[in-house]
């Protein structure tokens, strides 16, 4: 699996997590806490690999360069 491929499917789980974070009830707080903790956690260490890894790999390339752009720009 290549480091693509390892940021995909950090995305799948992170929208698995919200779906399941979605049907929780209040009576499921805790739980929903937790996944919220999971989420973070997950998050956290998928920023440091696209910020740290990926990008600065995309940035060596014209084709993709502008893209890495834009990805900074959303976040700001
Ligand atoms: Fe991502």
Known sequence: MDLYQILMQDHCRTDQIFSVIEKTT??????REQLFADL?????????VEENIFYPEL????????LVGDAF???D
């Open 26 to 31: 209040a009576a499921e707080a805790q739980s």
């Open 40 to 48: 973070r956690k997950g998050l956290e260490a998928h920023n440091v």
């Open 59 to 66: 940035e060596r390339f014209s084709a993709t360069r502008e």
């Open 73 to 75: 720009d959303a976040v």
